[in-house]
């Protein structure tokens, strides 16, 4: 089968997005329908959904449903190749995995479901989505997937050990796939936001938010476009020869 994929841009791309509804996930949709592609946003709440559709209306079509249930997964990636099969938009071309979840715990305080909890939101659910996803661009010989990874986890941070780990095993999956669907035309790579201003850190008082500045070259926290601009480029054709790196966007934050 051959594509009609743009070799510049994500003109005549599908891009799925999960985590469509966040912070760096909706600078994300944005970016890329800014830069010609039809985007499939994955959420799980409705009305967020919905206010989405009618901001980017004809360039984008909402998917409902929990990141983290399997069964719904495959029948996400059914609709997206129903879709595209319909002529509804074109083929899938990219894969952002940006849904995410922070639990902050000591060692001590940690339980076993916050652990399964973390690894399977992280770790588990972009894992099967690139599985499913990959299925349907090796058909084209041609796919970009770029994973959410962070900071925290090339680095470490006390208090969010589960995190952290659960982010580290999706940088390990990012470098493993990147060799393995090498061959099927698939690209894998990884953006590690340093602090970024979303609902995900809305917890961070002024106090705390300085002493992560303070500890940044840049003194400051990084915006979502920031981290949308970088996952353009490696989302997109411009990066052809980059595959399996993670890419830090953090301002070169020093723990
Ligand atoms: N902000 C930072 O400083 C930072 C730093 C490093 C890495 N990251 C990573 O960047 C990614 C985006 O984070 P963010 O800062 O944009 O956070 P955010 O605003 O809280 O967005 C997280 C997104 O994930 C969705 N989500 C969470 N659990 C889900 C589930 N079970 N099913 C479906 N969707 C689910 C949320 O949906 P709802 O809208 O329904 O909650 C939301 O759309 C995450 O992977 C995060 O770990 C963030």
Redesign the pocket.
């Known amino acids: 089968m051959t594509s009609a994929f743009n070799a510049h841009s994500l003109q005549n791309c599908t891009v799925v997005v ?10 994300i949709v944005a970016a890329a329908i800014s830069d010609g592609a039809f985007v499939i946003a ?4 409705k009305e ?1 959904l919905e206010a989405l559709s009618t901001k980017f209306e004809g360039d984008i079509h909402p998917l409902c ?5 399997e069964a719904a997964i495959k029948n996400a990636f059914q609709c997206v190749q129903r879709g595209a099969s319909a002529n509804q938009w074109p083929a899938l071309y990219g894969l952002v ?6 639990t902050e715990s000591k060692l001590a305080m940690t339980s076993t479901k916050m652990l399964q909890q973390q690894m ?3 770790f588990y ?1 972009p894992y099967y989505h690139t599985q499913i996803a990959s299925r349907l661009m090796s058909r084209y010989k041609a796919g970009s997937i770029v994973n ?5 986890s090339e680095q470490g941070c006390s208090g969010m050990s589960a ?1 952290s780990a659960s ?1 580290a095993a999706l940088t390990g999956a990012t470098k493993s796939l990147a060799k393995e669907l090498a061959t099927t035309g698939i690209r894998v790579n990884a953006v ?11 917890h961070y008082d002024e106090s705390a938010k300085q002493s992560v500045y303070e500890r940044t070259v840049l003194r400051r ?2 915006t ?1 476009k920031e ?1 949308a601009n970088a996952v353009l480029y490696l989302l997109s054709p411009r990066a052809s020869y980059t595959t399996g790196h993670v890419l830090p966007v953090d301002g070169q934050f020093c723990p």
């Open positions: 999960t985590g469509a509804t966040g912070g760096i996930g909706l600078a994955c959420g799980r709440n967020k449903y929990d990141v983290t249930d995995n940006a849904a995410g979840a922070m399977m939101i992280n659910s959410i990874v962070s900071q925290v995190y982010k590690a936001p340093g602090f970024i201003d979303t609902p995900l850190t809305a926290g990084g979502t981290v």
